[in-house]
């Protein structure tokens, strides 16, 4: 004889789902109200073709420092010409040193011709280089030191920056068009001079936001924890040391990277005008 099935009836609560969705709803109007973070910015990622790190771009429109009365905004307006130095590369040191003081550059009697450029270089791109700082916390000097080895030559802006926005001599990254350029890389301690793929942006602005990514990733995170009970020259070497030892580039010349740090705060101490107008030529 078969024992007989018992079915067990389980009532249903109908107002259950209502019950959930109104508990989700205060929960996030909750954390609206009582969330510490004012920091507004669109996110996006993208992985480079070589390496395994995935790097993230914030574009920050608005940054409080808790604790310091400092507010870092970026600056839509800094992304404008490529060529400043471009422009004035056939002007003589003579020439160049006349109409920079023309227009309140101090302190130019015996500063050769690069330096020359390398200020003005410093002077019209001085709040597109802040930006960089703003998105990725690195110092405004170390950020002017790598635009020059990287974007400069004899402080005149090179195709690489003008043409195609790489202003920190990014290699290509996946899902973004690139360019190739002969580069001299150190190899097993030798220069090599080889073709490689270049990042290529549209517009100023995707070149700073693709460049402040790389920086951003995790690799160089350790970098942006200087000691900065340090001052001056060993500061910024054991700055350039650390982007140099987790892989930015092969140069070993780190120490030249430091000194341009140095220089940059110096151009602004000794040689730029006293009050900024931004006139160009």
């Known amino acids: 004889m ?23 709803g205060v929960a996030f109007v909750v954390g609206l109200i009582y969330s510490p973070i004012n920091t507004n910015y ?27 009365d400092e ?12 060529s400043y130095g471009w422009e004035v590369r056939k002007l003589s040191g003579e020439e160049l040193r006349k109409t920079l003081e023309g227009k309140g550059f101090r302190n130019l009697a015996k500063v050769d011709l690069a330096k020359l450029r390398r200020i003005y270089l410093a002077y019209c791109y001085e709040s597109m280089l802040m ?22 030559s004899q402080g005149v802006e090179t195709e690489l920056w003008r043409k195609h926005a790489n202003a920190g001599g990014v290699k290509a990254l996946k899902g973004h068009d690139y360019v190739t ?3 001299r890389e150190v190899i097993r301690g030798k220069n090599k001079f080889i073709r490689a793929k270049f990042m290529s942006a549209e517009t100023t602005e995707e070149g700073m936001e693709l460049w402040a990514g790389v920086l951003n990733s995790g690799r160089y995170a350790a970098c942006k924890k200087a000691n900065y009970r340090i001052k001056g020259i060993k500061l910024y ?13 092969t140069d ?20 730029f005008p006293l009050k900024k107008e931004y006139n160009q030529f």
């Open 2 to 24: 078969k024992e007989p099935i018992i079915e067990t009836y389980v009532p249903q609560n109908k107002r259950l789902p209502y019950q959930v969705a109104a508990s989700i």
């Open 181 to 183: 350029y002969k580069t």
């Open 42 to 68: 669109n996110y996006t990622s993208f992985i480079p073709v070589i390496k395994h790190d995935t790097v993230y771009v914030h574009k920050i429109t608005s940054l409080t420092i808790q604790g310091k």
């Open 71 to 82: 507010k870092k905004e970026i600056n839509e307006s800094a992304y404008g010409s490529r």
């Open 131 to 152: 930006n960089v700082h703003v998105l990725t916390d690195f110092p405004v000097s170390m950020i002017y030191s790598f635009f020059i080895i990287e974007a400069t």
């Open 252 to 271: 070993t010349d780190y120490k030249f990277r430091a000194s341009l740090m140095a220089e940059y705060w110096q151009i602004k101490r000794d040689n």
């Open 237 to 249: 070497e054991s700055i350039c040391k650390c982007v140099y030892k987790s892989g930015y580039h």
